[in-house]
């Protein structure tokens, strides 16, 4: 059980986050995506972005934020200006929470940190992609005000995966 008193609060990544934002990967990625993705490219991605391309991934990346609940970082988020949109949309690149912390309120913490960041960025639209078999991403992106627009399909690893535009 986790301590509600705990302060929540969100900050950029440091370096020295990179071991835990490894973690997190891993635990979420083989939450959110094991029957969904095949099992060798999944496997291969959480081999990939092990501590050392996260410790690269926190230098390069201005807008890389963790969700903290007291001291221990629960999740994190990239965003940015939208890949393939107009020049006001601005995408959440990534959103993903440590297993035990889903379900509690930190996603929000983290998705209107993204917000935040893009309105800095002038960027008047928002636009968020997951893959249409994950429905517990499409609940939180409708909970959080989003509609889905429309669909693309994309390659991951050797297959093609179908996905969802959610837009605010």
């Known amino acids: 059980m986790l301590n509600q008193s705990l302060k929540v609060s969100v900050r950029n990544a440091r370096p020295a986050d990179a071991s835990v934002l490894a973690e997190i990967f891993r635990d979420s990625w083989r939450q959110a995506y094991t029957g969904i993705l095949p099992s060798l490219y999944l496997e291969r991605e959480i081999l990939r972005r092990d501590a050392s391309w996260w410790r690269r991934a926190v230098a390069a990346e201005r807008n890389l934020l963790v969700v903290l609940h007291g001291e221990t970082i629960a999740g994190y988020a990239t965003c940015g200006r939208a890949r393939g949109g107009g020049r006001d949309s601005g995408e959440i690149y990534e959103i993903y929470l440590a297993p035990p912390y889903q379900g509690l309120g930190m996603g929000e913490h983290l998705f209107e940190a993204c917000r935040a960041t893009l ?37 991951l690893g050797k297959g093609m995966n179908s996905r969802i535009a959610f837009e605010w």
Do not use: M, P
């Open 119 to 155: 309105d800095a960025l002038d960027l008047e639209r928002l636009i968020v992609w997951a893959l249409e078999e994950n429905e517990k991403a499409h609940a939180f992106y409708r909970q959080c005000g989003g509609r889905a627009t429309r669909r693309s399909c994309v390659r």
